[in-house]
């Protein structure tokens, strides 16, 4: 017999699941649209030259490409996996995003603010709160350099925790330009500072001795490899107390000490980071966002401010973004700013699972006001009657669509998670009446359909005795 589990690294979403992923990207599209941003969807397939180069060396190497079909593939004469496959899943939602900008600008405003939530895939390997198949929550802009569009992306993505009920979140915020000159100052060249980059990334998740370890495998000298690592440890302070109440003083004992050392005064990625700091201030945002130094953000096509979101226990983010304005260049082939955030749903899920953060009408509601149950199958066209009915006022309804004693059709009514039954028998048949049962309660009365109004208001507060 095949094996029934689903591939690893993907899920099956049951009932519960679908509702607790609702109800999270319901928040996240009401709050998204709140600030301005309309909807955008992209096919989950993309052509693979349109994806290759845009992510790193690493990057590429998680896309999942698709093989050529018939005569395209050519097995014999194939040299690399490229030659195989001339088309790919999207690995996330950014590089479609500018593929259909460039693709689509003169139909677009010169602002174009997105929202896109949409499945992605990764040929990574799976852990707690990763997949192979996940879903994405972006919202980004395109066309403008000023700093307050990143200000309004930390806003709204801050809007969007602190409504499902996150209040330790903390914003941690870096920029590229900064650390670059922060690797050149160390004696790291331009030329070597994305390697030093995606090193620098898995900070979080290999710690210290191991990054170096990787500097070195990539060819760094090991005392230049220090030197930085020292520098950004120095200026990250302590990382234990990222909390959000220490935020404001370490941000600004930070940009005091850079702004005074004449290697960084006049460095764009410090003025670009102390605007985003300040009119954060009035913001949701506000005392949330902490200077990084360490945060890299290894994705190649990132070039300003970049950010990702902690909580205390979960070891990896909620969520990250960053500035980009050389990647839609790259298909327009002139240059277009562009900034965005993308929310991980799947880590939000497992946090507020862990957490117990679902509001209850979220795990006990299964949608269904009222299931109309037989005890004869001749009661099937009044069933059919009082449900078309029920509809008619607003109320979902569902036919069980088999018959027997009371108390067999209740148990099935109760595991349809049905708020209400409207039980038909012989003589409610016949005086075209049925009962109406609260199945939380167990209260219940005898109507009819001229009793709507009354129908109405018990199945939104409940029937009397």
């Given at each position: 017999m095949s094996d029934t589990r689903p591939a690893r690294g993907t899920r099956d979403f049951l009932p519960l699941d679908c509702r607790?992923?609702?109800?999270?990207?319901?928040?996240?599209?009401?709050?998204?649209?709140?600030?301005?941003?309309?909807?955008?969807?992209?096919?989950?397939?993309?052509?693979?030259?349109?994806?290759?180069?845009?992510?790193?060396?690493?990057?590429?190497?998680?896309?999942?490409?698709?093989?050529k079909r018939g005569e395209?593939?050519?097995?014999?004469?194939?040299?690399?996996?490229?030659?195989?496959?001339?088309?790919?899943?999207?690995?996330?939602?950014?590089?479609?995003?500018?593929?259909?900008?460039?693709?689509?600008?003169?139909?677009?405003?010169?602002?174009?603010?997105?929202?896109?939530?949409?499945?992605?895939?990764?040929?990574?390997?799976?852990a707690r709160g990763r997949f192979r198949e996940f879903f994405q929550c972006d919202v980004d802009a395109v066309g403008s350099e000023s700093v307050l569009v990143e200000v309004e992306l930390l806003s709204a993505v801050s809007d969007v925790l602190l409504e499902l009920g996150f209040t330790d979140f903390v914003i941690r915020i870096n920029h590229r330009r900064l650390l670059e000159e922060l690797?050149?100052?160390?004696?790291?060249?331009?030329e070597e500072f994305?390697?030093?980059?995606?090193?620098?990334?898995?900070?979080?998740?290999?710690?210290?001795?191991?990054?170096?370890?990787?500097?070195?495998?990539?060819?760094?000298?090991?005392?230049?490899?220090?030197?930085f690592l020292q520098l950004l440890e120095a200026l990250l302070g302590d990382k234990n107390d990222a909390s959000v109440n220490t935020n404001e003083h370490f941000n600004s004992s930070a940009m005091e000490f850079l702004s005074g050392n004449p290697l960084f005064s006049e460095?764009?990625?410090?003025?670009?980071?102390?605007?985003?700091?300040?009119?954060?201030?009035?913001?949701?945002?506000?005392?949330?966002?902490?200077?990084?130094?360490?945060?890299?953000?290894?994705?190649?096509?990132?070039?300003?401010?970049?950010f990702e979101i902690n909580v205390p226990?979960?070891?990896?983010?909620?969520?990250?973004?960053?500035?980009?304005?050389?990647?839609?260049?790259?298909?327009?082939?002139?240059?277009?700013p562009a900034c965005g955030f993308s929310l991980g749903l799947e880590r939000i899920l497992v946090v507020m699972e862990e957490r117990s953060m679902f509001p209850d009408e979220v795990l006990h509601d299964a949608g269904l006001d009222a299931v109309i149950l037989s005890m004869d199958e001749r009661f099937y066209d009044w069933a059919l009657i009082i449900a078309d009915n029920l509809r008619a006022f607003g109320f979902s309804s569902s036919v069980y669509p088999e018959f027997g004693k009371p108390g067999k059709l209740l148990r099935a009514a109760d595991q349809l998670g049905a708020r209400f039954a409207c039980i038909i028998g012989e003589e409610e048949y016949n005086n075209h009446k049925?009962?109406?049962?609260?199945?939380?309660?167990?209260?219940?009365?005898?109507?009819?359909?001229?009793?709507?109004?009354?129908?109405?208001?018990?199945?939104?507060?409940?029937?009397e005795n």
């Open positions: 607790r992923r609702d109800y999270v990207i319901g928040i996240i599209r009401k709050i998204y649209s709140l600030y301005g941003y309309q909807p955008l969807e992209t096919p989950a397939i993309e052509n693979l030259d349109v994806l290759l180069g845009k992510y790193g060396e690493e990057g590429n190497q998680l896309i999942f490409r698709i093989l395209k593939l050519d097995l014999q004469n194939a040299e690399s996996a490229n030659d195989l496959a001339d088309l790919a899943l999207r690995y996330d939602l950014t590089v479609p995003l500018a593929r259909v900008f460039a693709n689509y600008e003169s139909k677009l405003p010169r602002l174009f603010k997105r929202f896109q939530i949409q499945p992605v895939w990764r040929a990574d390997r799976p690797a050149f100052s160390a004696g790291i060249k331009r994305p390697q030093a980059a995606i090193a620098l990334d898995k900070l979080d998740k290999i710690g210290r001795d191991n990054v170096a370890a990787e500097l070195a495998d990539r060819g760094f000298d090991q005392k230049v490899a220090n030197d460095s764009k990625g410090l003025a670009d980071l102390k605007n985003i700091l300040e009119y954060s201030n009035y913001t949701s945002a506000s005392g949330r966002l902490r200077f990084d130094p360490t945060l890299a953000r290894g994705l190649a096509y990132y070039t300003g401010s970049i226990d979960l070891s990896g983010s909620l969520g990250g973004g960053g500035r980009y304005d050389n990647l839609i260049g790259m298909f327009s082939g002139k240059k277009i049925f009962v109406v049962k609260n199945l939380s309660t167990g209260s219940q009365q005898i109507a009819g359909l001229e009793d709507w109004t009354q129908i109405i208001q018990e199945l939104s507060t409940g029937p």
